[in-house]
């Protein structure tokens, strides 16, 4: 019997910390973001070792560390990992934890915690990051014993990556990461009580089919859903068939070439005049892979009553949760566009398409003419960002933080690639660019990452300046300043008489600042000099800042006030 | 307003796995939209390491089934449904605890309690407990009657419900485990 206990007890040869490592291995993890501390440095030792196995990238702050891992998952299509430790460490990391629930982003948020004898003691650094994370993840766990680790990690990704993605956070005690265990992984392939793929209801595929082809006026809503399920190409080659005209969410970007002739624009609070407008005219409206976030609705009560509608999306809870649907398609968008594509007739709606060229111009006369080819005055947002559309041919991966340059980068640059658009949707956070973009960086070392940041949302992570300088992270930083928080300054000119309560803002040095982090930078004050400065700071080798000062007062717009109809966007 | 828009008393009934932390998960999906719980218990079921949680709500039906979406998509929920009243048994059971000297005086509090269906469940010389099933109105009617003699301390449980469908827990948790929906997969239709 002593025998038995003496040989059980030889297997346990990898303490905690390490079978965490080789279970982001077994995971196909190469690059870890984060920041050590107390609580994790057991699993930061085991990393000493893991060094040449697993890229570990160290951030200046917990919160550029979950920013880093959305931005690596929304470039590489794969599951984006943080470490952070116990207390401030982990409540650090919320923000982006927030962000990555709302905007659908596959993590896996690794914390250290206190030993489990100390929990629920105030010890030093404990959090109840399990209670604090609840409700801003998909899943959440606590281990407590160096056995649970493989079971816990393999559930994490199993969960993070599946049905519509979202962020998992697993808390390690110290205790279990010191403990010696039998390794031992098997991947995750099944919950009982989680189903993340309906089966698909092949009527509602009919239905559907009938009414796209009985439609005389197709308005198609393009979301994120189709770029997290892959499905670029059966979405083209559904639309092209039916002849469906498309306009596209903020995460929707880039789903489909900005250049494709159906492509209408970009909908919502500052999307085109057209999708708008025509949101309320269309007879049916196909949305895929997409929510009906307020910011595309305006009032949901004058939303598009005059039209059937079809949603198209995986996660149940978001049926008819904001605007009723005639026919609910429970898929995953690639599922989905494969099954009713061969069921939809070739079509072409011209007459209808013209009624979108016809709002286009009526943009073009009232906003973009101005926004894109001002002759004087100070330089402009969009003539900024067309110019970078034009010299990267729309090919680049844009990221974006929070407030009028978000808007104005997703309305003119001309994505033509897929998986392009990186950007805070939902939440709205600002200082998630700028780490982000390193992660994006890392997760496609092979394409041009473009950082378009305000003068406010590049101080709130400035710091991440630092990682860029460590790692030498390859990306183009523009910051278009103002020295206003813009968005605040315009609804308080619209809606607040030109009260500008707190939103002036007195800025250092940004090129100075870039510079002391050996960052190569420049700024642009005259139109004269901006394409010359374009070019030079994208053709510059490694990680480049371009301050770009603009208008101090400009206005995005068209606009869909909050609260209003869609119909009553403002082109002025 | 329509049906669908009118408030009123729903009850849900939540099968989750047995886990820590599950309570939270749950409840947070009602605070969240500032939703009141009217009762809540939670109790084993028949199939082992499988719990049920009884919740009663007055919410509208509309409001209600998209804070039922959200509960089903918690990972360790294996189903969530709700019920009107006539979709279902249910039992609540109320104690309340009067001084022994109000029933010495006089025959009337035994009276209550037997006309009630009620029971006395422990006597001694300083007061006596009563216990009694019923639904919340039966145990309201009781309350009101005993008032009068002095109530030390009363209490109620979280409403128990059974569904009137045909549905065998086991059953529906074998369902799901033979699933494929885990998978991607496409039904052929």
Redesign the interface.
Known sequence: MEAIVEIEEKKKTVAGSESVLKCLLEENVDTIFGYPGGAIMPVYDSLYKYENKLNHVLTRHEQGAVHAAQGYARSSGKVGVCFATSGPGATNLITGIADAQIDSTPLVCITGQVASHLLGSDAFQETDI??IS??VT??NFQVTSAEEIPYAISRAFY?AA?GRPGPVLIDITKNAQQELMEFDYKPC???????????????K?IEASKLINEAKKPLVLVGQGVTLSGAENEFKAFIQKAGLPVASTLLGLSALSTKHPLYVGFTGMHGNYGPNLKTNECDLLIAVGMRFDDRVTGDVKTYAKQAKVIHIEL???E???NVKTNVAINA?AK?AL??LTPLVDERSHEKWLKEFSACDDAENEKVKSEALFPNKGELKMAEVIHRISQVTEGKSIVVTDVGQHQMVASRYYEFDQKKSNITSGGLGTMGFCLPAATGAKLGAPKRQVIAIIGDGGFQMTVQELGTIMQYDIDVKILILNNSFLGMVRQWQELFFERRYSFTEMVNPDFVALAKSYNISAQKVTERKELNTAIDGWLSTEGPALLEVIVEKEENVFPMVPAGSSVSDVRLE | MTMEQEAKEYTLSVLTEDKPGLLNRLTIIFSRRKININSLNVSSTEVAGVSRYTLVVTETKEHLEKVVKQIRKLVDVLGAFVYDEDQIFYQEIALYKVAARAFEQNGMIEKLVRNNGARIIALDKHHIIIEKTGTKHETHELYLALEPYGIWEFVRSGRVAISKSQRKTEAFIKELENSRSNKLSIKDF
């Open positions: 399990i209670g609840m409700p998909k899943w969960i599946s392939e099944k919950i009982r009580s989680y189903q993340p793929y309906p089966d698909i209801d092949g009527n595929i996660d149940p809870a049926i008819d949760k995953d599922q494969k099954l």
